[in-house]
């Protein structure tokens, strides 16, 4: 504690005088003085049919405050050229001694303007003192894009069930800081969204800083019930009087969709028998875009039962056609009475279609007469017992 | 005094008259029916639980005898009604043929007391035998009736080691009642003291002899405090257990009946689990036999000793009254 107290008492004062010093050397004034109308851009280009607005600075150094008197001359015939400070048109500044005032120049260029150059001279007159500031306004048919949009893949290929990821780079070259507001319009019942490149909150705008971009991700959600196809996507990135629009595609390829049920959509078996093959005549629907090709069936129940098809595999189903398959079952030879569950499934490069159904195994006839005997053999002993053994 | 002539003169006779007298008398009718009303319960409870829960297992006739868990089962239920009718078919049978002033007029007879005692103690026997097999025969052709499924031939196998070691236990009951029967002159003491000794050993015996087994071999701190059984203590407490038919039958029967769990007490299932040895695999027939042995061999040397006792004590009895 004591060497840290003395180390302060020897520091403090010198990091005052170092301060000190520093303090005098910005204080020294340029050796510059008079009035001076400043503009960071003495020459724009401007896109006719647009409003812009030019930064000034009117600067005294070192005289005192008088009243100036603004006025902007040369503007065309058709232009309007406003001067304004804080927000609203002014005819007058007064800055304090080394102090400035803020000013904007406002263009409006009439749509037809021609394309030549024009010079506008923006003049503050005081009682000794003038300035003036000639500012070139170059006109251009084409301004360099404010915004542009770069999709890494334009064009994407899918099933109806995919989902399409587009990431699409949005650069600002404004030189400000923009919100840029997002928008895609796909074909109806085609959802859209915009998400952050890796994240999953939704978004509609996106700020983004001067000169810098930022990676978006529209995901395009096709409705299952999509036909083949080429679909056109359009995002627009917006902000102010900025646009920027890219085109990008999708392509739908058409789909198999497998379904099984029994014949007349029945679900279940009656009478299987423990041990005893039972037929289940299955029907295979496609009700997909495409054809299914090679579909191979399977099924699968408790253990010990089993399942097989008169086909296994079938060749081809054609959009919209069905084919009939008889499914064997035959349940475990331990398999009690009651209710199973067993599942088929066709399944076609990818595509799947499942099925339960509920197979009712009834007890077999044969042990039940079994069951019935062995009950009588009881009986027989017992009253068999009771004939011979008994009081005669 | 030499006896003259074959000591199992007359023995067939005797089990002949005292088979017809049984089979007749409404007691044995109302003894089996009983029999057949309490195993019908908890046939019925396993054959509902088999049909809702499994859809397939290796052992379901002998799950029908004893399906596990916490429900009773038809063998429990055996356990207990089989000492009942054993001890109604055997209390008065050597004292109601002194009241009834017959014994003399037999043993006048060319029929020597060994043949009687033995006629009277087989006919018990193939008594029980046949009313446990219809049992046995009902159980098994209900079962098959409703679950559709036929026992294997491992199943019947043990079933039938069952019912032998029923039969062995239906002996040994019978064995008591009838030593009973020779020591006391009134039916009624001889019932009842058969049936307190049926009580005692069925129902308060299983609780008692923990706690005699912890005061003979009080458990070792160390035991207790990982929580698991003495070895000496639990050694002790199974071997005071086998005192009690009940428990010995009831050990014997399990061993059989569930092939999958063969316990060994709970002292060896404890070292087994430590040693990492899967408790739940099915044993082959051979050695579930092996570790039933011992209990069913104990059941019929008690039937034995029973026997050999009232014999004892008869030969030695005035008989003139």
Known sequence: ??????????????????????????????????????????????????????????????????????????????????????????????????????????????????????????????????????????????????????????????TP????????????????????????????????????SYGTQELTSVPIDAGLSKDVKLKVRPPSSVDAGTFPIEMTATSGDTTAKTELSLEVVGQPRLTISGRDGRVSVLNAVAGEQTTVPLVIANDGTAAADNIELSG?????????????????????????????????????????????????????????????????????????????????VMFGAVARFGRR | MRREGSPWQGLGTVLLKELADHFDSPRMLLLALLMVLAAAVPFYSAVDQLRTTTSEDPFLLLKL????????????????????????????????????????RILAQPIYRDALLAGKFLAGIIILAVNLMCLWLLVAGFGVFFL????????????????????????????????????????????????GVWLFMTLLWPMISPFIAALVSPPDVRYTLLGILDPQTAAWQQGLSRISPYLLFEEATRTILTPTTPSLGPVLDQIRALRGEVVGAALPLRESLAIAWPGAVSLIAGAIVLFVATYVVFQRQEVRA
């Open chain 1, 1 to 158: 504690m004591r060497m840290n107290a003395i180390a302060m008492v020897v520091v403090f004062p010198a990091l005052v005088m170092m301060s000190n010093v520093a303090a005098a050397a910005a204080e020294t004034k340029p050796d510059v003085k008079g009035l001076y109308l400043l503009t960071d851009y003495p020459t724009v280009s401007v896109r006719p049919g647009t409003t812009s607005t030019i930064s000034l600075r009117l600067q005294n150094y070192g005289l005192p405050p008088e009243n100036f008197a603004l006025s902007v001359d040369g503007a065309p015939a058709g232009w309007t050229a406003t001067l304004l400070g804080g927000g609203q048109p002014v005819g007058a500044a007064m800055p304090a001694t080394d102090q400035s005032v803020s000013l904007q120049l406002r263009l409006d260029v009439p749509a037809d303007a021609d394309a030549a150059s024009k010079t506008l001279t923006v003049k503050a007159e005081g009682q000794g003192n003038s300035v003036s500031l000639p500012i070139t306004v170059n006109l251009a048919k084409e301004l360099p894009a404010k915004l542009t949009l770069t999709p890494q893949l334009p064009a994407l290929r899918g």
């Open chain 1, 161 to 196: 069930k995919s989902s399409f990821d587009y990431t699409v780079s949005i650069k600002n070259d404004s030189g400000r800081n923009l919100t840029v507001s997002l928008a895609a319009t796909a074909p109806r019942n085609f959802e859209t969204s915009f998400t952050e």
């Open chain 1, 300 to 380: 699968s129940g408790q253990s010990g039962w089993k399942i097989e098809f008169d086909k296994k595999t079938i060749d081809r189903i054609a959009p919209g056609q069905t084919t009939e398959v008889n499914a064997l079952i035959t349940p475990t030879d331990k398999a009690l009475a009651g209710d199973y569950m067993t599942t088929v499934r066709a399944s076609s490069r990818g595509e799947t279609a499942s099925t339960d159904f509920r197979v009712t195994v009834g007890t077999s006839t044969v042990w039940g007469m079994v069951g019935f005997g062995i009950i009588a053999v009881a009986l027989l």
């Open chain 2, 65 to 104: 005898f004893n399906p596990g868990g916490q429900t009773l089962s038809v063998v429990a239920i055996l356990g207990f009604v089989i000492p009942v009718m054993a001890i109604g078919l055997g209390f008065d049978a050597v004292n109601g043929e002194h009241n009834r002033r017959t014994l003399s």
């Open chain 2, 148 to 195: 559709g499924v036929p026992p294997s031939g491992d199943e019947f196998a043990r079933a039938l080691v069952f019912y032998f070691i029923a039969v062995a236990y239906a002996g040994a009951w019978l064995g008591m009642a009838m030593l009973f029967s020779v020591l006391f002159r009134s039916p009624a003491t001889a019932a009842l003291l058969a049936l």
